[in-house]
C-alpha cells in the first residue's frame, strides 16, 4: 500500500520559515493536499493541488510538491500557527492516503 | 456556506454495526463537484481514509476495511452514511464526515469536515 511518511515534529521560531515534508513513492505525479488541526478542532484545508490556498488562509502558507517530496512552507510563522499538519495524496489507483502528521511548535 | 454534522451512537459492543448518518446543510448533497467521505482519526496517528460517495450512488472504498464497510446516501434528506459491521477495539476513533472535490480544481481535497464524533467499542 501507498504511505506518506512526515516528521513527528518541527521546531521554528516566530517570524522564521517552518518547513515540514512529506515523501511518498513518485510522489509529484499525484495531487497533494495540505490540513491543520489544532487541539479539539476539525482537520482545516490549507493547500490543496499541491500550490493552491483555499479562500481565507493566509499567504504565508505555500507548497510545492516534486519527485517524492511535498513540501508546506509557513512564512513569518505566528503563535497561531502551532498545530498539527497532515498531508494528504490523492490518484485515481490510491485514493486517498495522509501522512502520519507534523506538530510544529512555535518557540 | 455547507455545514456537515455526524450523528448516531458513540458507543458501540464489539462484534456489532457502526453506524453514522452525516447531515448536509447549506447546500445540496446532490452538487456536481463532490464525493461525500468519511474519514476516521486514532489518536497519535494519521487521520484514515474509510471512502466515499458520489451523489448518483457510485462508491469507493478503502481495501483494508471494504469487507465490513458499507456507505450509502439519500439525497430527498441530503443525508449520507456510514455502517461498519464486526467492529472491534480497534475501531474506536473520531470519525468525520467529509466533503472531497471529484474535479477540477479541488480534485482529492477535502475543504469542508464536521466536527467529529468519537466513537467507543467496548462492552
Known amino acids: 500500500s501507498y504511505e506518506l511518511t512526515q516528521p513527528p515534529s518541527v521546531s521554528v521560531s516566530p517570524g522564521q520559515t517552518a518547513t515540514i515534508t512529506c515523501s511518498g513513492q513518485?510522489?509529484?505525479?499525484?495531487?497533494v493536499c495540505w490540513y491543520q488541526q489544532k487541539a479539539g478542532q476539525a482537520p482545516v484545508l490549507v493547500i490543496y493541488q499541491n500550490t493552491k490556498r483555499p479562500s481565507g488562509i493566509p499567504e504565508r502558507f505555500s507548497g510545492s510538491n516534486s519527485g517524492d517530496t511535498a513540501t508546506l512552507a509557513i512564512s513569518g510563522t505566528q503563535a497561531i500557527d502551532e498545530a498539527d499538519y497532515y498531508c494528504q495524496a490523492w490518484d485515481s489507483s490510491t485514493a486517498v492516503v495522509f501522512g502520519g502528521g507534523t506538530k510544529l511548535t512555535v518557540l | 456556506q455547507v455545514h456537515l454534522q455526524e450523528s448516531g451512537p458513540r458507543l458501540v459492543k464489539p462484534s456489532q454495526t457502526l453506524s453514522l448518518t452525516c447531515t448536509v446543510s447549506?447546500?445540496?448533497?446532490?452538487?456536481?463537484?463532490?464525493?461525500w467521505s468519511w474519514i476516521r482519526h486514532h489518536p497519535g496517528k494519521g487521520p484514515e481514509w474509510i471512502g466515499y460517495i458520489h451523489y448518483r450512488g457510485g462508491t469507493y472504498y478503502n481495501s483494508s476495511l471494504k469487507s465490513r464497510l458499507s456507505i450509502s446516501i439519500d439525497t430527498s434528506k441530503d443525508q449520507f452514511s456510514l455502517k461498519l459491521q464486526s467492529v472491534t477495539a480497534a475501531d474506536t476513533a473520531v470519525y468525520y464526515c467529509?466533503?472531497?472535490?471529484?474535479?477540477?480544481?479541488?480534485?482529492?481535497?477535502?475543504?469542508?469536515w464536521g466536527q467529529g464524533t468519537t466513537v467507543t467499542v467496548s462492552s
Open positions: 467529509v466533503r472531497m472535490g471529484s474535479g477540477y480544481p479541488l480534485l482529492g481535497a477535502m475543504d469542508v
Open positions: 447549506g447546500g445540496s448533497i446532490s452538487s456536481e463537484g463532490y464525493y
Open positions: 513518485e510522489l509529484g505525479y499525484k495531487y
